[in-house]
């Protein structure tokens, strides 16, 4: 593998998906395993009353590239709703299969653009973000406020 695919950021944003413990008492929670390599990846959810992400939590049974994309993910989810994960979610497919040159606009991803030329590791690579997009997706429309 290319030192620039598993630089000193990646290895050190794969060690930072232990910032992001599994929430014990979630909104959602969503499992995707990857059938080339086994890397295996939950991502549990807090929401707002407005459907956005207060807190993640992650599981990740990965490579260091499926981890390091985790915590790439889990550091830009705060806030974010469901049409922006899933919007994410399907460009950072997108880019992997070649479909697009551009990068989602996520922060960081970037550091993972070179993992772009290694198809065996794109499924570990997509895990925490396709998981995260169906468990929020799980949970319908936002809470309504009362008035």
């Known amino acids: 593998m290319s030192a ?3 630089s000193m950021d990646v290895l050190r944003l794969a060690a930072a998906v232990a910032d992001y413990p599994p929430l014990a008492d979630p909104d ?7 059938p080339t390599c086994g ?3 939950a991502v549990s959810l ?3 009353d407005e459907g956005q992400v207060a807190a ?3 599981d990740a049974k990965a490579c260091a ?5 985790a915590a790439i993910f889990a550091r830009g989810a705060l806030g974010a709703d469901r049409a922006t994960i899933a919007a994410a979610s399907n460009a950072w497919r997108a880019y992997l299969a070649g479909e697009t040159e551009t990068l989602p606009d996520w922060p960081d ?3 993972l653009a070179a993992g772009r030329d290694y198809p065996a590791r794109h499924p570990s690579m997509r895990l925490a973000f396709e998981a995260a997009a169906a468990a ?3 949970v319908g429309t936002p809470r309504q406020a009362h008035g």
């Open 46 to 48: 807090k929401l707002d």
């Open 109 to 111: 991803l970037h550091l």
């Open 39 to 41: 890397s295996r990846m």
């Open 136 to 138: 929020i997706e799980r």
């Open 65 to 69: 590239l499926g981890q390091a994309a």
């Open 4 to 6: 620039t695919l598993y």
């Open 28 to 34: 959602t929670i969503e499992e995707r395993r990857s």
């Open 56 to 58: 993640i939590g992650l």
